[in-house]
């Protein structure tokens, strides 16, 4: 607060508020000779869930090793898209190994899956918009947890336990690794949307009605995992798809006392906001301190 005071008495207050720079540097995601970036897979995996066996890309850090643990990340694409969003769209390999050739991020395994956990999995279906499509992303939550988990644990060289277990996501990704996220405190010490989708708290919009993942006064972090758990949101200032729905889940936090980043960065519902999202919390990610 600023407070200024004229000759003649008369005072008047105003509130400057300073934001952190978010900004990742102007070339982040721009692929550079001087880096050895990591290789990336897709390969299949057998889901009960499903029923039927189900494509996860699967990126591996630079000089990957069996020799050692990697912590990992699971990153979960948007409404219509599959398991290639992230590489294709936001070039989360090259974003990470540029961050790990400079410092500014650990050695991760980035685990890119289908988030469709039904049949037909394909991207772009006849649904996209309708109450069952959605439900299957809420069912991935047991895809994840029953099939997916087990088969990277045992096929990839991983650090496990929550302080090495990270999940983000893009729109309606982002509403799902915030569902999962919360819904599995045990399992996951890092949490981030990006122009998150409604759907967290009942809605009723463009003619589906949810009541809602979470009741408003329990999405929190659990008293045993305060000062041990990372929940980033973020959103873009022109988004005219999600709206304000990533700043009221951050609102919600707020009131019921969970520690949470929230930033709005320049962009819409797009790969703009989503990727200065995943700089950040790669950033933030399974750093010690």
């Known amino acids: 607060m600023i407070t200024a005071t004229t000759s003649n008495g008369k005072t008047a207050t105003c509130e400057i508020i300073v934001e952190k720079d978010y900004n990742p ?22 889901s009960v869930t499903v029923g039927k066996k189900r494509s996860v890309t699967v990126v591996l850090p ?9 912590p990992v990340v699971y990153l979960l694409h948007g409404l219509g898209q599959d398991n290639t969003q992230w590489i294709v769209e936001a070039s989360a390999h090259i974003i990470l190994g ?5 410092g500014t991020a650990k050695e991760m395994i980035l685990v890119l899956p289908n ?8 991207a772009n279906p006849a649904d996209c918009w309708t109450l069952p499509h959605y439900q299957s ?14 088969f990277i644990n045992s096929n990839y060289s991983v650090a496990e336990g929550r302080e090495n277990t990270a ?66 949101i973020v959103a873009g200032r022109s988004d005219t798809i999600v709206h304000d729905w990533p700043e009221t889940y951050h609102n919600a936090l707020d009131k019921n006392g969970s520690d949470n980043i929230f930033y709005k960065t320049k962009g819409g519902h797009d790969f703009v906001v989503t990727c200065n999202g995943f700089y950040n919390f ?8």
């Open 25 to 46: 540097p102007d070339d982040y995601k721009i692929k550079k000779d001087n880096v050895t970036y990591g290789t990336y897979e897709t390969v299949q995996y057998d």
């Open 62 to 70: 630079p000089n990957y090793t069996t020799d050692k643990k990697y």
């Open 98 to 102: 540029n961050m790990i050739a400079e």
């Open 115 to 122: 988030c469709r956990a039904r049949q037909n999995d394909a």
């Open 137 to 150: 992303f809420d069912n991935f939550k047991n895809d994840l947890e029953k099939d997916l988990m087990p």
């Open 167 to 232: 999940i983000a996501g893009f729109s309606m990704g982002g509403r799902t690794s915030l569902y999962i996220g919360m819904s599995m405190q045990d399992t996951f010490g890092y949490i981030a949307g990006f122009c998150p989708a409604p759907g967290i708290f009942g809605y009723n919009m463009n003619g589906v009605k949810e009541e809602g993942l979470f009741k408003e006064e329990n999405f929190k972090i659990e008293d045993k995992y305060v000062g041990k758990t990372t929940v980033m």
């Open 282 to 289: 790669a950033k933030r990610l399974f750093k010690e301190d």
